[in-house]
């Protein structure tokens, strides 16, 4: 409720560990004390009092669960969701011997509070190479948390010489600082939440969106045409990289709508954006193609663009099942084939101007529909995700194993679970047709053909010279 500050309490586990969030100055849930609604609680032992039930925010309140958890199964959902363990590289290597002999030249340990790392021991380094290692080591465990259902903990990394290849050898639940200046980073990194937290609680808060998805232009023999051949990279209608066979090809065209506030303002300018994009390729025998992979070996994105919103775990939950979860019973059977190295569920990127980009769902540029409603869906998600927070069907690690594996059912269910908490926001008064478009389409068993030209259903003319 806007005027409302949430406030960031912990809660002690069965260590001392518990330094760092009094240091933090963070009030501790003891006693008869309530957290309200809009609090969050930090749960540094894995253990959830009964005085702190209700609407609150809990972080870590199954790191028991995850802690039990034998690790060739914490391997299993890490392999899953695209990362790499001790175990599998073991067996890729197909050695009679054990990872750390092959991979050992460096080892991390890498602690995260939130989605950021707190710390990196021992640290990379100030290098060039070695900043964009510690980079990508911070978002990887970030991630690697996130998709076993933590909000914070730390990860054990072997890294090859190069610094390019990494495998996860051990995770924990828990941050258990083994140094005083360690302890002031975990401290400092809860403080910083403790006060985003509550500007953001106190406040309405409100969702400018952006995106840039992607479509591939195919010659009549069914050839990638390189989308630089007509389009510019900096475009608003433009064209992306990609690479193939280790060489970088402008090959994507690629759309960047102005951010508004409104996601049925930023699909109106698509349209505007196609039509410029076709007077450009005017007269070229052209297909243009969307979707997930229309293209065997070239997966498409749809990367979104939020800002005015923080990138927090119940924010990109509530991504994961309100926009990637309706957008995977659309797609059709064999688009799974790109995950889990593209659209895997928590995929994001955090943007110099302070927002994030979204990146799991794949190019949703099939239709005007399509359109509209994964927009929508993404603008109710980022705006009301503490309210769809105990209606998160992949929080249950067997609909995370559908999601990737198949099973309609389980997933249609968990969908409409979705939808059922999507009525009930206040943004669905505004919004609701282009969600009910959507879930009648997943109802009726529809899927988006991915061998359509786009503009046929945009409406866009085909300009002969």
């Known amino acids: 409720m806007s005027g409302e500050r949430g406030k960031v309490w912990f809660v002690r586990g069965g260590d001392d560990s518990a330094g760092w969030a009094a240091g933090a100055g963070l009030p501790e849930l003891t006693g008869g004390a309530r957290a309200g609604n809009r609090d969050a609680v930090l749960h540094l032992g894995g253990r959830r009092p009964d005085a702190s039930l209700g609407g609150a925010w809990h972080w870590n309140a199954n790191a028991a669960e995850v802690e039990a958890l034998p690790w060739r199964e914490k391997e299993r959902r890490l392999r899953r969701e695209g990362f790499v363990t001790a175990s599998s590289a073991h067996i890729r290597q197909g050695r009679g011997r054990m990872v750390g002999q092959r991979y050992g030249q460096r080892q991390f340990r890498v602690s995260v509070f939130g989605l950021q790392a707190a710390d990196i021991h021992p640290d990379p380094g100030s290098r060039t190479r070695d900043e964009e290692l510690r980079r990508r080591l911070a978002r990887a465990s970030a ?8 909000d914070f903990g730390s ?7 190069s610094g390019r290849t990494g495998v996860i050898t051990g995770i924990s639940p828990f941050l258990r600082p083994k140094t005083a200046e360690a302890e002031a980073r975990f401290a400092q990194a809860a403080s910083e939440f403790a006060s985003a937290w509550s500007a953001e609680s106190a406040r309405t808060v409100s969702a ?15 050839k990638v045409v390189p989308a630089a051949r007509y389009l510019a990279p900096d475009g608003q209608a433009g064209c992306d990289a990609v690479v193939v066979g280790g060489v970088q090809r402008w090959a994507l065209a690629e759309l960047r709508p102005d951010p508004s506030d409104d996601p049925l303002a930023v699909a109106s300018q698509l349209r505007r954006l196609l039509a410029s994009a076709a007077r450009r390729t005017g007269g070229a025998r052209l297909q243009w193609r969307a979707g997930a992979a229309p293209v065997p070996g070239l997966p498409l994105g749809g990367h979104l663009h939020l800002s005015g919103v923080a990138l927090t775990g119940e924010r990109l939950r509530a991504l994961d099942n309100a926009v990637a979860l309706p957008l995977r019973l659309l797609e059709p059977p064999d688009a799974g084939g790109r995950r ?13 101007h302070g927002g994030f980009e979204y990146r799991t769902p794949p190019s949703w540029l099939v239709s005007p529909r399509l359109a509209r409603g994964t927009l929508v869906l993404t603008k109710l998600a980022a705006e009301h995700a503490g309210a769809l927070a105990p209606h998160r069907p992949l929080d249950d690690d067997a609909m995370r194993d559908a999601f990737y594996q198949g099973g309609r059912d389980r997933l249609l269910a968990g969908a409409e679970r979705v939808y059922a908490a999507l009525r009930g926001t206040a943004g669905y008064a505004k919004y609701g047709a282009a969600v009910d478009d959507l879930f009648e389409a997943i109802r009726a068993g529809r899927t988006w053909d991915e061998g359509a030209d786009i503009r046929a ?9």
Do not use: M, Q
């Open 457 to 465: 259903k945009w409406k866009i003319p085909v300009f002969d010279r």
């Open 340 to 352: 889990p190295r593209y659209g895997s569920l928590g995929d994001y990127r955090p943007k110099p």
């Open 143 to 150: 991630r690697a948390l996130y998709v076993l259902g933590l």
């Open 208 to 222: 400018t969106l952006g995106a840039d998805p992607e479509f591939v232009l195919l010659s009549d023999e069914g």
């Open 155 to 161: 990860v054990a990394w072997e890294v090859n010489g």
